[in-house]
């Protein structure tokens, strides 16, 4: 019997899925040979440059808020707050896998450590975030990739909840991943080689948590 037509579109769409993944992550191994090869290149100085051209102490302060979200204390304890709102409104699994999406700070340190790329330094950017960790990846963008972006895919997914409180919780996750990569870069803590790399590992680990945890959610309906 020859698969239904709503069957063969939802099958071309997870092996164009996965081959996007599988490109994402060809991608990330060759910018991670590219900056251990190479110091930062024009490539990197020019989009910074552009990135900063335009500088005020509006921009200032609000690049700095966005980045706000990223540092240790304040996104470990944003994790843990979020899946406690979860928990207390009787959504364990989700608040579970939100605490899963910690794993990012692992995993950004662990490749800083191995790449040890030196952060942008102020005879070629301005700087105002002076980061202590290495650069590559950015920690900051692979984690706001994974944290929000869970949140936006479980504010989809959870039609049980409030659609104003799915709005407000989705519109703000979606926007603080899409101004991310231009904070860092502004605030001069990275360079775009490294807040690249920081999307495409985000949405490389944000994949495989939501596959998780759809699965994990159809082996509890099918039980």
Known sequence: MKPSFYNRIYTNRKRLLIYLIALLGLGFILLTVFVILFPPTWIDIDVSTEVQ????????????????????????????????????????REALYTLFTLISGLISSVIKIIVNRPRPTDDLVRIIDKAKQQSFPSGHVLFYTMFFGFILFLMLQLKSVNRFVRILAGGFSFLMIFLVPFSRMYLGAHWFTDVTAGIFLGIICLYFLCLLYLKKKTQLAES
């Not at 200032?60 to 207390?88: E, P, R």
């Open 53 to 92: 051209e335009h500088q005020n102490n509006f921009l200032d302060q609000s690049m700095t808020f966005v980045s706000w979200f990223g540092y240790t204390k304040i996104s470990v304890s944003m994790v843990v707050l979020t899946a406690a709102l979860f928990y207390v409104f009787k959504y364990k």
